[in-house]
């Protein structure tokens, strides 16, 4: 059948009779598909569909296939004008600003986010604002407590994007990164608290000089061998048992035991056993251990 606008028509129950025969005509030109007489479908070939959507002169006018990606981004997103209004917001920024149910655009900038104003990211944005450069701070969050973002300003030919990232996770991280390095330089110097990292199995991945001392073994003597041999034979099983408890994520444990040195020398010992918490989960514990000194028995 013809149709002035696509040349060719063909009824539903048709196509489907004979899609073999249809399917190689629409290939080659677009066919109306109608019901009862009236057009409901488009049949073409998948090379045509394309080139309609995608990049060719059927497309759509005014189609931008970027006008969606500020919802796609996780990142905050603020689009303001020349003159300090809001253009867009995504609903990611909306989140960290905690304005989820307020309509931001077409509000003054300092107006609807009181929180930049006289601070210094109302400085980062005037000065991108006027001068085409872009720029970058990690703050505290004005709008939460206890978390930090990534403050961006880029600008455009319209005005300036605000880009807010969470960081509040690689702050924390970094700071007890900080903690942990200042703990363990405060244990070296102490001198009498030594501490071991053991694997999931309970094998040394890493001993400190206090510890090395204590046992009277290098470091490169003790790695991968298993915690609880290091124990006098009477004291292994309770090790063992206390140790097994912290790996399986039963609690940390504190306990006291008695190691063997190398010069064959019993020594005992206090232990604090914690469970290593990964990323991915248990990367094994740490053991932290002083010699305890024990008054001489007196004799019977």
């Not at 003054?108 to 980062?124: C, F, I, R, V």
């Not at 005005?159 to 942990?180: C, F, P």
């Not at 030594?194 to 309970?202: A, I, M, T």
Request: net charge negative.
């Amino acid at each position: 059948m013809l149709n002035d606008r696509y040349g060719r028509s063909v009824p539903a129950a048709e196509l489907v009779r004979n899609f073999a025969h249809w399917r190689e005509v629409g290939v080659q030109e677009p066919l109306l598909v109608t019901h009862h007489g009236r057009g409901t479908h488009v049949f073409m070939g998948l090379d045509r569909f394309r080139t309609m959507t995608v990049s060719g002169p059927e497309a759509s006018a005014g189609a931008d296939p970027l006008s969606h990606l500020p919802e796609w981004i996780h990142q905050g997103l603020i689009l303001c004008r020349a003159d300090y209004t809001i253009g867009h917001v995504n609903q990611a920024a909306l989140a960290m600003t905690r304005r989820w149910d307020r309509q931001l655009a077409g509000l003054p900038l300092w107006e609807a986010l009181p929180e930049l104003a006289e601070t210094l990211t109302q400085a980062h944005i005037r000065h991108s604002m006027e001068s085409g450069e872009g720029s970058a701070a990690d703050i505290p969050s004005p709008f939460r407590e206890n978390c930090w973002i990534r403050f961006e300003t880029h600008p455009f030919p319209e005005g300036v994007a605000l880009l807010l990232s969470d960081i509040t996770e690689d702050v924390r991280r970094n700071r007890l990164a900080d903690v942990k390095a200042s703990l363990k330089q405060a244990m070296q110097a102490h001198g009498g608290v030594g501490h071991v990292q053991v694997s999931s199995r309970g094998f040394i991945e890493f001993a400190d000089d206090v510890f090395c001392t204590l046992v009277g073994l290098p470091l490169d003597r003790l790695i991968h061998i298993s915690l609880t041999d290091l124990a006098d034979l009477p004291a292994r099983p309770r090790l063992r048992e206390e140790l097994e408890h912290v790996l399986r994520g039963e609690g940390d444990r504190k306990t006291d035991t008695s190691l063997l040195a190398n010069s064959g020398a019993v020594i005992p010992a206090d232990i604090g056993i914690a469970r290593l918490q990964g990323l991915y989960g248990s990367e094994g514990a740490v053991v932290v251990v002083t010699r305890r000194n024990e008054p001489a028995n007196s004799a019977n």
